[in-house]
């Protein structure tokens, strides 16, 4: 399974790599760089799971993206960003609503993505991202109320709780990120809209025999908005 991550890793950065040497249209030296801001939905795919619901983060930073070539109608580039983005998730259990848990967990991002638009120099495009993506984690944080003890001894419902209190044991993170938006081409800068969806191919907690859970990775919805402004045109 590791190869497999491994293998999917690296065909990922060839193909964001690729768009800048791959010099068969109308070549292109467009350099952008901006601000980018915007809120993730997160959730931890568990095995054993853990009953939860989205748990919502803030993410931002900054994006530099260049554009090599037109072919044809597409648009072909490489963009680049570094975010502090917060992770983890929210345990919710209908049967026991006083009880809650929550870990928040900090990130800085950095995303390598390949960028292929459609659309015109001026006025709105339509626009994929996809490529790898790695994360260091910086700290985490996390929140309990209720009567967790008093009710797992009651309860003839098994509740996971291997992972209250317990600490981080990977702190980096690396997986697969892709999302869609518009881009408004103007004057003044260029202006983005993207939904994008992260998907962690690495477990933050240890997932060897000995260890209680065998998958603990990160997956996250993302709602951002970026303005870059053009250095070279």
Not at 92 to 116: G, Q
Request: aromatic share 14%; proline share 2%.
């Amino acid at each position: 399974m590791k190869l497999k991550t491994i293998v999917i890793f690296a065909l990922l950065v060839c193909a964001c790599v690729l768009p800048l040497h791959a010099q068969v249209g109308e070549q292109r030296h467009n350099f952008a760089v901006g601000v980018n801001g915007g809120i993730n939905l997160n959730s931890v795919s568990f095995s054993p799971s853990v009953k939860q619901k989205n748990l919502m983060g803030v993410n931002g930073g900054v994006t530099a993206r260049y554009i090599s070539e037109k072919y044809f109608s597409m648009i072909c580039g490489a963009q680049i960003e570094i975010n502090y983005s917060q992770h983890g998730w929210n345990e919710y259990y209908e049967d026991y609503p006083t009880l809650s848990y929550t870990r928040t967990m900090n990130y800085v991002e950095i995303p390598f993505l390949a960028h292929l638009a459609f659309g015109k120099n001026r006025g709105l495009q339509f626009f994929i991202h996809a490529g790898p993506q790695i994360g260091f984690l910086l700290g985490d944080s996390e929140k309990i109320d209720g009567d967790w003890d008093g009710t797992i001894a009651d309860s003839y419902t098994h509740i996971t709780v291997e992972q209250h209190g317990k600490a981080i044991d990977n702190k980096f993170d690396y997986g697969i990120a892709g999302g869609a938006g518009i881009e408004l081409r103007t004057k003044a800068g260029n202006f983005l809209v993207e939904g994008r969806y992260y998907y962690a191919l690495s477990d933050f907690y240890g997932s060897t025999k000995k260890d209680f859970f065998s998958r603990s990775a990160h997956g996250v919805i993302t709602a951002k908005i970026t303005y870059l402004f053009d250095l070279k045109k």
